[in-house]
C-alpha cells in the first residue's frame, strides 16, 4: 500500500530514529497495532487501521509494516502519553467486527542522562498531540498498553528496538564452541592446573556483565590476577578511558600491574583466559564474534549512542578486536562494535574469526615491545603500525 513502508524499510527508520534520538535527545514513540493472527477477515482490520493511520499521521510521521500481524506508526518528536491517545484515536475509529486489535506504545530513548543535549520536554511541548487526543477522548482508554517503563534505555532496550540475531549465527556458534571446547579440553587442564599451582583461590573467576538487549549474565574467564584484588584500580581506570574518549585503550597489564599473577599478562594477552567463555557461548548469553561484554559500572558511563553496542550479543572476539584493539580509543571500539552490528553477515563473521590470530600475534608484539622499552631498551618493531 502507498505511503506504509515495508518490514524491512520500517526496521531501517526504526534505527535510523534510535541514532537520531541518542545523538539529539528528542525522542520518539512507536505505536503498534498487533492481531493475533493474519487472514481474510484480520486482513480487513488492518486495512481499515492502514487508511485511518494515513489519514491522521502528520507529515513526519513514518508508517510502516513492523511484522505479518502488526502494522505500526512512529511519531517524531512525542512522549509516551500522546502517542497512547493517538494509538486509542485510531482504535476508536476503526470498526473491529471480527477481532478488536491491541496497541502498544513504546518510546524512546528512556530517562535523559544528565549532561545529555538535547530536551525531549521540549519536543513535548512542540506536539500538542497529546492535548489534542486528551481534550477528544476524556478518559484514559483501556485497551491501550504503555511497554516503554522508566528503565533507563542505555541499560535495557524494548524489543521492538532491537535487532533480531539471525538463525546461521546461533547455530554457528553453538556448533562451533562445542568442537573448540572438545580439541581445548586438555589446555584447560594445564591452564587450570598452573593457576592453582602459583595462586592460591579459585582456578576461575566469575563477574556480571551486560548484554544483549540489557541483558546481565555471569561471565566466566580462567583466574589471572591474585584473589581479593581492589577491583577499584580498573574502574577508575576504564572511567578515565571513556570520559577521555580518544585516549587508547591499553590495558593496565601494559603497566605492570601488580595484581596479575606470575604468567597472568600472557594468558591475558594471547587471550587464553577468555577460552571459558565458550561455556557463555553455549548458554546463549555470548557469540563467538561481537562487542567486548561490557561491565555494568561502565554502562554507568555510557552516553545513549553508545548503548548501540547492545544491539548484538557481546562475543570473544569482535570487529573492535582484530582492527586495532588496544591501539583504537573507546569511541573507535563502539563504532566498530556498532559497525559490525549493523551490517552483519555469514562472511563478515568468517572474516573475523579468521583474522583474530594474526589480531592476537600483533597484540603479543605490541606487549612485548612497549616491556622491553619501558625497561630501557632500544625500541622494537612490532608490525605494521594501523592507520
Not at 524491512?8 to 530514529?17: N, T
Not at 506508526?73 to 476503526?94: D, P, Y
Request: with cysteine; aromatic share 10%; hydrophobic share 35%.
Amino acid at each position: 500500500m502507498k505511503g506504509i513502508h515495508s518490514r524491512q524499510r520500517f526496521r531501517e527508520i526504526i534505527d535510523r530514529e534510535r541514532a537520531r534520538a541518542d545523538r539529539t535527545g528528542i525522542g520518539f514513540s512507536l505505536v503498534l497495532f498487533r492481531l493475533e493472527e493474519r487472514n481474510r477477515k484480520t486482513y480487513r482490520t488492518l486495512y481499515n487501521i492502514s487508511v485511518e493511520l494515513k489519514n491522521r499521521s502528520r507529515t513526519s510521521d513514518e508508517l510502516g509494516w513492523y511484522d505479518q500481524t502488526s502494522i505500526g506508526a512512529i511519531l517524531l518528536g512525542t512522549e509516551r502519553e500522546g502517542a497512547r491517545f493517538f494509538g486509542a484515536k485510531i482504535l476508536a475509529a476503526v470498526p473491529c467486527k471480527n477481532s478488536a486489535p491491541t496497541v502498544e506504545v513504546y518510546s524512546y530513548p528512556g530517562p535523559k542522562k544528565e549532561g545529555m543535549e538535547g530536551d525531549p520536554k521540549e519536543a513535548r511541548k512542540a506536539d500538542p498531540r497529546e492535548n489534542e487526543a486528551q481534550a477528544e477522548l476524556g478518559a484514559e482508554p483501556a485497551k491501550v498498553s504503555l511497554e516503554s517503563g522508566t528503565d533507563d534505555s542505555r541499560k535495557t532496550l524494548p524489543p521492538v528496538f532491537a535487532h533480531q540475531l539471525p538463525l546461521w549465527k546461533d547455530v554457528l556458534d553453538v556448533l562451533a564452541a562445542i568442537v573448540a571446547l572438545t580439541l581445548l579440553s586438555p589446555l584447560f587442564l594445564i591452564i587450570a592446573v598452573y593457576i592453582k599451582i602459583v595462586s592460591p583461590g579459585p582456578v576461575f573467576f566469575k563477574q556480571e556483565r551486560i548484554g544483549f538487549r540489557g541483558k546481565r549474565f555471569f561471565c566466566w574467564k580462567f583466574r589471572t590476577m591474585k584473589p581479593d584484588n581492589n577491583a577499584s584500580i580498573h574502574q577508575e581506570y576504564l572511567k578515565s578511558l571513556i570520559r577521555e574518549g580518544h585516549q587508547p585503550m591499553s590495558k593496565l597489564d601494559e603497566k605492570r600491574d601488580p595484581r596479575i599473577i606470575p604468567l597472568g599478562g600472557v594468558l591475558r594477552q594471547s587471550g587464553l583466559d577468555e577460552l571459558p567463555q565458550l561455556i557463555n557461548v553455549i548458554k546463549g548469553d555470548m557469540s563467538l564474534v561481537g562487542p567486548r561484554p561490557c561491565l555494568p559500572y561502565e554502562a554507568e558511563e555510557y552516553d545513549r549512542w553508545h548503548a548501540e553496542r547492545f544491539d548484538t550479543a557481546p562475543g570473544l572476539t569482535g570487529l573492535w578486536q582484530v582492527s586495532g584493539k588496544n591501539r583504537t580509543s573507546f569511541k573507535d571500539m563502539v563504532r566498530f562494535d556498532i559497525r559490525y552490528a549493523k551490517r552483519m553477515s555469514l562472511w563478515a563473521e568468517i572474516w573475523i574469526l579468521f583474522m583474530t590470530f594474526p589480531a592476537i600475534i600483533q597484540q603479543i608484539r605490541d606487549h612485548r615491545a612497549k616491556s622491553h622499552e619501558s625497561k630501557g631498551g632500544k625500541p622494537i618493531r612490532s608490525g605494521k603500525e594501523n592507520a
